[in-house]
T-cell receptor, first 116, second 111 residues
Framework: GAVVSQHPSWVICKSGTSVKIECRSLDFQATTMFWYRQFPKQSLMLMATSNEGSKATYEQGVEKDKFLINHASLTLSTLTVTSAHPEDSSFYIC????????????FGPGTRLTVT | KQEVTQIPAALSVPEGENLVLNCSFTDSAIYNLQWFRQDPGKGLTSLLLIQSSQREQTSGRLNASLDKSSGRSTLYIAASQPGDSATYLCAVYSGTYKYIFGTGTRLKVLA
């Protein structure tokens, strides 16, 4: 149990376009999901906390108008990178804590975004 | 502000060795600590979760300990195998839904 999926697993887009990444909890409900960004050979950087039915909480330095987060249901959160630029190219990973398991975090497989 | 550090940053060992990865955190007021494994280009796989009231957890060849008072956790890997090669990350949860990740240890086990 406690499986988190992400779609797509990889995407290439042109500069200036927008890209939507989905994060789903497949067998549990997630009122909270996290979005991380990871650069090569670096650790995960928390971008924002996605809250079901309310606004996301963004970490300092993360542009909320550029990285739009929507958590419309208890099993789905989406991250939309708007007007993407090459510097947005990165590995984006989502996760969800399972309260019944002591808030153990489960991660999606990640999405590799390349902006050309 | 919670800061999590992992030592060493990289480690290369011959197959069969027992090894210890270290994770230290600056604020001992944590809810839990979790160890993860990440293979290149992949997401994170949870290895062990230690609640703040626990001192250690074991799973197969892995044993993780937690000393809250000193702000330390160690991940012990027994009889290492080439398949253990990956990056190992620790993360602490301090409540308010914030997980802070360590810098990671890149492990390479040589056959």
């Amino acid at each position: 149990g406690a499986v988190v999926s992400q779609h797509p697993s990889w995407v290439i887009c042109k500069s200036g376009t927008s890209v939507k990444i989905e994060c789903r909890s497949l067998d549990f409900q997630a009122t909270t999901m996290f979005w991380y960004r990871q650069f090569p050979k670096q650790s995960l950087m928390l971008m924002a906390t996605s809250n079901e039915g309310s606004k996301a909480t963004y970490e300092q330095g993360v542009e909320k108008d550029k990285f739009l987060i929507n958590h419309a249901s208890l099993t789905l959160s989406t991250l939309t990178v708007t007007s993407a630029h090459p510097e947005d190219s990165s590995f984006y990973i989502c996760s969800a804590p399972v309260r019944d398991r002591g808030y153990e975090q489960y991660f999606g497989p990640g999405t590799r975004l390349t902006v050309t | 502000k919670q800061e999590v550090t992992q030592i060493p940053a990289a480690l290369s060992v011959p197959e069969g060795e027992n090894l210890v990865l270290n994770c230290s955190f600056t604020d001992s007021a944590i809810y839990n600590l979790q160890w993860f494994r990440q293979d290149p280009g992949k997401g994170l796989t949870s290895l062990l979760l230690i609640q703040s009231s626990q001192r250690e957890q074991t799973s197969g060849r892995l044993n993780a300990s937690l000393d809250k008072s000193s702000g330390r956790s160690t991940l012990y890997i027994a009889a290492s195998q080439p398949g253990d090669s990956a990056t190992y990350l620790c993360a602490v949860y301090s409540g308010t839904y914030k997980y802070i990740f360590g810098t990671g240890t890149r492990l390479k086990v040589l056959a």
